[in-house]
Structure formats: structure tokens, C-alpha cells
């Protein structure tokens, strides 16, 4: 597998203030499914931006296939690389298909209207997320479950080969959060999609990722496959919290439980 | 296109050829459409085709603007008369009148003024490096009493006798003064909405969020530079021919996205056509209701906007 996106020592963050990512080096393959977990405010979303051009790092460089994405034109940028959001809040109600067709922004010129191959592409993007059925409707209208799987079909429609996802489904119920996930996992397997999704839910991550980057304090904590990062030990030095690991009885892949102050307190 | 939209356009259409027809008929002196073509006639229908030319430029340039400062800001409630910039424009051209500059100078004063009061009013808004929404209408407001009131005080220490005539400045116009003036403000305004016009994709994609377009491919600080700088000089060249007009840049493409959707491709041109039926049908409302008196038309604009204005704020509030 070869390396599609690297972060070669970068550090960053917002305006000249100090920087939240500290000396981060890290590799995605094509056909990674990455998952970056850390405490709050250990840079998740940043190290996600600087990723994908939102910031620009202070130190160090990312590119993507070999070249430097800030000397990449922004449109070839995001004509590879996608970007789901945590929520999106939208003041105005665009219409559904409206929403996904701006996916194909990035393969329009300037004033050029969009031709079937675009409409095409938008209606493959919101069938692969089971959305069609909402195409004519208002996007302030619909429920988080919905609309996030619209914002997912705005971001396939830019036809990238790279989908990043901060906390996507951290608004939603286990129901629809597991839709979101079985609909990535197939995306990866199926059309090859690399992804790299921030995740808050640790048993989430051990599920669906094949690749797991523990961050703490801006810098990484340590990497690896799920069993060799979600240990007890690691969970315990970086959230300072006691857990319990062990195996999901069905995929035996980690799984975290959480052991509640109270209990630790009775048992000393 | 639908073929419900085609439909709407062209009922917007209708609309604004009616407000015309009404426009050049009614005045001081009505005049049916047939007797306006007679010889006797020409003069007046000349001056009032003038004017209703200068609503048309004046309502689009105004609806458009506002359109652009609602995308970029992401607030609904954004507009050159309410972020001050209008009043900045106006006191910019009252000061270069007073200097005896010719009117040929007038908009390149009313646009140092308008730029002037921006940076003014976003010093005075931002907190760190964020400038709330709500925060920016409170400091839009204040300069823009601010420099209403510089306006009034200059005018009436003014000896220039034309300028104590000049309430327009203040509520606005249509009465077209210059002919050469209105020729380049048109120009402007005309080329400065074909601009806006081409960044429609761009203010459909910031309308979801900043970051969302970044990763549109969407170059986000130098798009609302290039913004700011159009709506500013349209605004610019719109006060120094017809003063301070308030509320059509929040009204009419409120209305119109419910209308037509939110889409910026159609939501322009179709706020063109609406604002300038609106700034006839309030010009011709401003010239006869109290005949032989004028009364300015942003009095009547204002009266209309503010209401709407309010139901906008609460529905902004309600939302937070």
C-alpha cells in the first residue's frame, strides 16, 4: 500500500497563539481507515485541519500523493480530499440536492452550470447513503440522523479518494451512529476510499478502524492496530480514567468498559 | 430550470413592468400611457423614465449587496445601510461637496467614506479574532448614527445654500440631478452586480459555513475581500446619487429566498427584479401620496423594512 497522505512533523494552530499540534509525523496508505482519538483539547480537529488545508502549519509540511498541499491549488486539493464536519449548522434552506450538488464545486469552473454528469453524481452520492428520498427536501428540515447523511453525500460527490470526518456522528443515536459507520467501512471496502474519522466513542474506533492514533497534549500518544493502542495502560495514562479491556465477544476486537469513580472508591 | 421558476420569473417580470407602467403615468400630473408619447409630453416622461432607470439601478445594486454581505457573514440581518456603511458613503460625498469638488469626484469620496466606515465598524465590532454577528449590527448601528449626525451638522453649518436643500442625503432620492452622474453610477452598479453575480457558487458554498467552502476548494479570505470591496463601491456610487436609502438590501432578498430558494445563481437575478419593482412602486408611492410634496423614499422604505426587520431579529434569536 502506498502512502497517500503525509504529515511530515508538523506543528500548529490557530493564528500566532502557541501551538496545539506539537511535531505530529504521521502516514495514511490508500485504503486506510484510520481512527484519531484523544482526550478533549488534546488537537483532534485541529490536527484534522491542518490536514486539510483549513490551517496552515507554522513547522513541518503535509502533502498528498508526494506534493505539498499548500502549494495545491485549493480546488485540486479538494477535488481528492472531502471533509465531514461535526455538525453543520445551515441558516439557510437549500434544497437537498442543492446541498450535494455543491460537492461538485470543486470540479466546476467559475459561472459554469452544472451538466448531468454532475446531477448524476450527486444522485449516485445520496443512493450510497441511502438519501435520495430526501432530494427535494429542505435541508433545515430534516433530522441530525438525515442530515449528516447529506452532508456525507455532498462530500462523495466531490468524487475524492480521501474522506476526512471530525466526530460525525457524535450527535446521533447508536442506530444511526452504526448506519454512518457500516456506510464508511463499505465505502472503504467497495470503492477503495481512504478514511480518517476523529472519534470520541473508543469502542467505535476499535470496531470499524483498522488503524488507531492515540493523541495526548498535541502529540501523539502512540499508533498502531486497535489491540495494540486501546490497552488499559494507554487508556489510563492519557484519559486519567480507570477502565476495564476487554474482548467484544462477537468481532474480539478491544472493548473499553468503564469502571465509575463511586466503584473505585468502594473497592479501596 | 423548473418550470415552476420560470414561472415565478416571469410573474416577476409582469410585476416590474406594471410598477413601471404605473411609475411613468402617476405624479404631480397624471397622465394616461397614450398622451405620455404626445410631443407636449416628452419632457416629462423623459424625467420619469430617468428616474424609474435610477430605481431599477438603485434597488438591484442595494438588493444585491445585501445579498452578498448576508452570504458572507452568514447572517440574514447584514446590510449596507445597517452596517453603516451607507451613512459613511453619504458623509464621505457631504464632505467632498462642501470642498466644492466637482461631481464627477462624488463617488470616489462617498467609497473612501463607505471603506472608511467598514474598517471602523469591524474595529469597533471584533472581539479577538471572531466578529459576532450580533455584535456587528450593534456597532453597524451606532456608526451609522454616528455619522448621520456628522452629516446633519455639517450640512446645516454648511454656507453652501445647494447643500441646505440636501435632506436626501439623510433619507434619500430618486430625483435624478446629473445625468452624467446617474450614467456612471449605472456603469458601476451594473458591473460590480455582474461581478457579484460571478462569485453565486462561491456564496452558495460560504452560506453553509466558512470552513465548508475551504473545503469546497473555496478561497474564503480573499472571496469576502473582493466582496466587501464590490458591495462597498456599489453602495458608494448609489448613496452619492441618491443618499441614504435603508431596509431594500434586507427585505427583498429575505422575501425572495423564500420565494426562490436560497440558491445564489437564481436568487440574484430574481432579487434584481423584485427590488427594482419594489424602489419604483416606492419612488411612485413617494412622489404622489402627499402631492405636490416629496417625501423622501427612504422614509417610506423604512417604514415598510422596519416591521420586517424586527420579525427577522426575533426569528435570528429564536433560532439561537
Not at chain 2, 70 to 90: D, F, M, V, W
Not at chain 2, 108 to 114: K, L, S
Request: hydrophobic share 50%; aromatic share 8%; charged share 20%.
Amino acid at each position: 500500500m502506498d502512502v497517500l497522505l503525509k504529515a511530515d512533523n508538523i506543528s500548529g494552530g490557530y493564528n500566532n497563539k502557541e501551538a496545539v499540534i506539537r511535531d505530529v509525523s504521521l502516514e495514511v496508505k490508500r485504503g486506510d481507515f484510520l481512527g484519531i482519538i484523544g482526550p478533549n483539547g488534546s488537537g483532534k480537529s485541529t490536527l484534522l485541519r491542518l490536514m486539510t488545508h483549513v490551517l496552515i502549519p507554522q513547522k513541518g509540511k503535509v502533502t498528498l500523493e508526494g506534493k505539498d498541499i499548500t502549494r495545491m491549488n485549493l480546488k485540486e486539493f479538494s477535488r481528492k480530499a472531502a471533509f465531514v464536519p461535526q455538525e453543520t449548522l445551515i441558516n439557510f434552506s437549500f434544497k437537498v440536492q442543492e446541498i450535494v450538488l455543491m460537492g461538485r464545486i470543486p470540479h466546476l469552473k467559475r459561472l459554469q452550470f452544472e451538466t448531468k454528469k454532475d446531477f448524476l453524481a450527486a444522485e449516485d452520492a445520496l443512493s450510497l447513503t441511502d438519501a435520495l428520498y430526501l432530494k427535494d427536501k429542505e435541508i433545515d428540515r430534516l433530522s441530525s440522523g438525515e442530515r449528516q447523511r447529506v452532508i456525507i453525500a455532498k462530500a462523495l460527490a466531490q468524487e475524492p479518494v480521501l474522506l476526512f470526518l471530525d466526530e460525525p456522528t457524535s450527535h446521533l443515536d447508536i442506530g444511526h451512529q452504526i448506519q454512518i459507520l457500516d456506510l464508511l467501512k463499505k465505502l472503504n471496502q467497495e470503492k477503495k476510499l481512504t478514511i480518517v474519522i476523529v472519534l470520541h466513542d473508543l469502542n467505535l474506533v476499535s470496531e470499524y478502524c483498522d488503524r488507531i492514533v492515540l493523541l495526548n497534549e498535541g502529540r501523539i500518544f502512540c499508533e498502531g492496530t486497535p489491540s495494540e493502542v486501546l490497552t488499559y495502560q494507554n487508556i489510563e495514562a492519557v484519559y486519567k480514567t480507570i477502565v476495564v479491556v476487554n474482548k467484544n465477544p462477537i468481532s474480539f476486537k478491544p472493548y473499553v468498559v468503564l469502571v465509575s469513580g463511586n466503584r473505585v472508591c468502594r473497592r479501596d | 430550470m423548473t418550470s415552476s421558476l420560470r414561472i415565478k420569473i416571469l410573474v416577476l417580470f409582469i410585476m416590474l413592468a406594471f410598477a413601471v407602467v404605473l411609475g411613468i403615468t402617476k405624479g404631480s400630473v397624471n397622465i394616461p400611457l397614450l398622451e405620455l408619447f404626445l410631443a407636449e409630453n416628452r419632457q416629462i416622461l423623459y424625467l420619469r423614465l430617468l428616474r424609474i432607470f435610477l430605481a431599477i439601478i438603485a434597488g438591484s445594486g442595494l438588493a444585491v449587496s445585501g445579498i452578498a454581505l448576508q452570504g458572507i457573514l452568514r447572517n440574514p440581518l447584514a446590510e449596507p445601510y445597517l452596517l453603516g456603511t451607507s451613512s459613511g458613503a453619504g458623509l464621505g460625498a457631504v464632505i467632498a461637496i462642501i470642498m466644492g469638488v466637482g461631481s464627477f469626484y462624488l463617488p470616489a469620496a462617498a467609497f473612501t467614506g463607505a471603506i472608511l466606515s467598514i474598517i471602523l465598524v469591524y474595529a469597533i465590532a471584533k472581539q479577538g479574532n471572531r466578529i459576532p454577528a450580533q455584535s456587528l449590527i450593534l456597532s453597524g448601528a451606532i456608526v451609522s448614527i454616528v455619522l448621520s449626525g456628522i452629516i446633519v451638522f455639517f450640512i446645516s453649518m454648511s454656507t453652501n445654500e445647494a447643500l441646505h436643500g440636501f435632506m436626501w442625503w439623510l433619507w434619500g432620492s430618486l430625483e435624478v440631478y446629473d445625468v452624467r452622474l446617474l450614467f456612471m453610477v449605472s456603469i458601476v452598479v451594473l458591473s460590480g452586480i455582474a461581478a457579484i453575480y460571478v462569485f453565486s457558487q462561491d456564496l452558495n458554498a460560504m452560506s453553509i459555513g466558512e470552513e465548508e467552502a475551504i473545503h469546497l476548494g473555496i478561497k474564503t479570505e480573499t472571496t469576502k475581500k473582493i466582496l466587501f470591496f464590490i458591495t462597498s463601491l456599489i453602495t458608494a456610487s448609489l448613496v452619492s446619487i441618491s443618499g441614504i436609502i435603508g431596509f431594500v438590501g434586507l427585505i427583498i432578498p429575505h422575501i425572495m429566498r423564500f420565494i426562490v430558494g436560497p440558491n445564489h445563481k437564481v436568487l440574484i437575478p430574481c432579487s434584481c427584479l423584485a427590488a427594482a419593482t419594489f424602489m419604483v412602486l416606492c419612488d411612485t408611492i413617494s412622489r404622489t401620496a402627499f402631492s405636490p410634496l416629496e417625501i423622501p423614499i427612504g422614509v417610506i422604505t423604512a417604514v415598510i423594512g422596519a416591521p420586517i426587520f424586527v420579525i427577522l431579529l426575533k426569528r435570528s434569536q429564536g433560532v439561537k
